[in-house]
């Protein structure tokens, strides 16, 4: 196992507190290069459009570029040491939570291990809190996002590890954290947004020029936890709850993304069919033994065509396929406090057309 980052990236968390003690040094510490971005005021909306906590891996730069864009667009503020990405070389490893005000995050350690198509990234991120001597008015309120280079590789395994470097305790360093939170983003893993992931199975791995793909989605539990709630999680959750989405045939939640041959990328959504007032979607419970299929109008029915969201097949080739799925928002008139929100991507699958 090979160590790609230096140990000087766990110096810049504390930074300012040497600072305090000690005049300016002569040096600067280089900062790490990383993405971070937080909103102080307005966390609750952040975390309801884009997830109270989770990891992504980023592995493209229209990806990347779609992500600040967001971020931008929802007015949080970042600062971008990252410089030039790679893509070629590199993904982004991504984190992010909804806590606390002192919460903050930093990289620990990057490796990968094995080579090829076996090669596995694991990517450590430190998380420090504040272990606070009295109960304070606000415990939660900031939405945090932490994003480092790692290399590519085919599996990468994001890790979570708290510790809390003031008022004692059993973890107060960075070396000394806990392991809080993990999961492993594949190419039959995809990503983990607050207790949901979601995977994608075509039902055939080859078709012919012109003909449909034909796809399963199903989303199911992701704890990642290592213990029971901590900082990072902030939840005990046994299950999530989605919106069905037989009635309105699923346009409200679900995408699919598809890059062709020709390396143009397609993003395929239901159409919406206007004002709905027929039925009404109902919350459905999915837990580690009971994952959900999204299902399509008919009955029985869940494999989604992408013939008829749009995809044209007739060019010979690879298709590239990942599944988005989507819950954003706060109905006024609905109690759901347990209902997940946020966007996750799936794995991403190929399909070939032609022989």
């Known amino acids: 196992m090979t160590h790609l980052m230096p140990s000087v990236l766990a110096l810049a968390l504390f930074a300012s507190i040497a600072s305090a003690a000690e005049p300016a040094a002569e040096i600067a510490i280089p900062k790490p290069r990383a993405f971070s971005a937080h909103l102080q005021q307005g966390g609750q909306h952040i975390a309801d459009r884009l997830g109270a906590h989770g990891a992504w891996v980023v592995t493209s730069a229209e990806r990347w570029d779609q992500v600040k864009a967001s971020l931008a667009a929802l007015n949080v503020p970042a600062e971008d040491h990252l410089k030039a990405v790679d893509f070629a070389k590199e993904n982004l490893a991504c984190v992010f939570h909804y806590g606390d005000e002192g919460d903050q995050f930093v990289a620990k350690s990057v490796s990968v291990a094995g080579e090829g198509d076996k090669a596995v990234a694991d990517v450590q991120v430190g998380m420090s809190y504040i272990v606070y001597k009295q109960r304070r008015a606000l415990s939660v309120g900031v939405w945090r996002l932490y994003a480092i280079p790692v290399p590519k590789a085919p599996v990468t395994k994001i890790s979570v590890h708290t510790f809390h470097p003031m008022n004692g305790g059993p973890y107060p360093t960075l070396d000394k954290a806990q392991l809080a939170w993990a999961w492993t983003c594949s190419a039959h893993a995809g990503e983990a947004i607050a207790f949901l992931t979601g995977t994608i199975a075509p039902q055939a791995k080859t078709v012919a020029p012109g003909a449909d793909i034909l796809v399963k989605f199903t989303l199911a539990f992701a704890d990642g936890r290592a213990g029971p709630a901590d900082q990072f999680t902030r939840s005990d959750a046994k299950a999530v709850h989605v919106w069905d989405g037989k009635y309105s045939n699923g346009y409200r939640n ?91 991507r799936t794995n991403t699958v190929v399909v070939n057309v032609g022989n």
Do not use: C
């Open 254 to 344: 679900h995408a699919f993304e598809v890059v062709t041959p020709d390396g143009k990328v397609h993003h395929l959504r239901p159409k919406a069919l206007g004002a709905w007032d027929k039925n009404a979607p109902h919350p459905v419970a999915i837990s580690a033994d009971k994952p959900y299929v999204l299902p399509n109008w008919m009955q029985g029915d869940v494999l989604k065509s992408l013939k008829a969201l749009g995809l044209d097949t007739t060019q010979p080739g690879a298709y590239a396929i990942t599944g988005i799925y989507e819950q954003v928002g706060r109905p006024a008139n609905q109690q759901d406090a347990e209902m997940w929100l946020g966007v996750l």
